[in-house]
């Protein structure tokens, strides 16, 4: 055991620490800020090579207005943002680390209006001002690191219980940390995102509205114990209580 202890701190040394914005969370991650920018923006325009670029001019034009309200909100002048309307049915939106966001047509029927639709565009820049994507690399690499220390030692000491092992470890580093830690992030990208649709000037209680929209969409999600994402019902009830906590400053 003290051989997978001495492992772990070699791992987390390794990294770099840092807090989140907003939130202050402590968080451990392996690549610089720099590095995760260039390879944010060598996938950002890689995708844009064979994405559908959106014609609509009026719809284009409104996400680059509601993203650029959300970026100057951000105050994170490293960035070098830029928005894009994609042509694809899909209910989804991203943004790359370095501020390279993509939204879906598929997602304008589900926001009703510029807040609900600031509501994803925030949520989705959240999860690279927080460095949600290199964390997880990291944590992953932690993981990894582990299971090799463990299976070292199993070798030497136990190797009729190594396969063993690793079938109980895929399991339970999946239902009992990745995934959580999946939901954990979606929760403070919902957190930060509150924050910044206010300090852009939008109207926060329509942030519960969108979920509800999506929840009305999709009344067959997985449970949330086997997704990355937390129930809607969870998610709405939380930021409920974000927008209370921000209306009580």
Not at 14 to 42: H, I, W, Y
Not at 151 to 180: I, Q, S, W
């Amino acid at each position: 055991m003290k051989f997978l202890y001495l492992t772990l701190i070699a791992l987390l040394l390794s990294g770099c620490l840092g807090k989140t914005p907003v939130t202050g969370r402590s968080q451990v991650v392996f690549m610089s800020a720099d590095e995760e920018n260039a390879v944010g923006a060598k996938g950002y325009h890689e995708f844009l090579q064979t994405a559908k670029i959106s014609t609509n001019k009026a719809q284009t034009e409104r996400i680059q207005r509601i993203g650029n309200k959300i970026a100057k909100a951000a105050k994170r002048p490293d960035f070098n943002w830029e928005f894009n309307l994609v042509e694809d049915k899909q209910v989804n939106a991203w943004c790359m680390p370095g501020g390279k966001v993509v939204v879906y047509t598929g997602i304008l029927a589900m926001a009703k209006n510029d807040d609900q639709l600031a509501t994803v565009m925030a949520h989705e820049v959240s999860h690279a001002l927080a460095r949600h994507g290199a964390e997880r690399m990291s944590h992953q690499k932690i993981s990894s690191g582990v299971q090799q220390a463990a299976n070292l030692l199993l070798g030497v000491t136990a190797p009729e219980y190594t396969n063993a092992f690793n079938l109980a470890y895929g399991v339970g580093t999946k239902y009992g940390v990745m995934l959580p830690y999946g939901r954990s992030h979606e929760h403070e990208a919902d957190e930060i995102g509150i924050h910044l649709m206010h300090k852009a000037g939008y109207n926060i209680h329509e942030a519960p509205k969108f979920w509800q929209n999506m929840k009305a969409a999709n009344p067959n999600a997985p449970m949330e114990f086997l997704s990355t994402h937390p129930s809607d019902d969870n998610r709405i009830q939380k930021i409920s209580q974000i927008i209370t906590s921000i209306e009580k400053k």
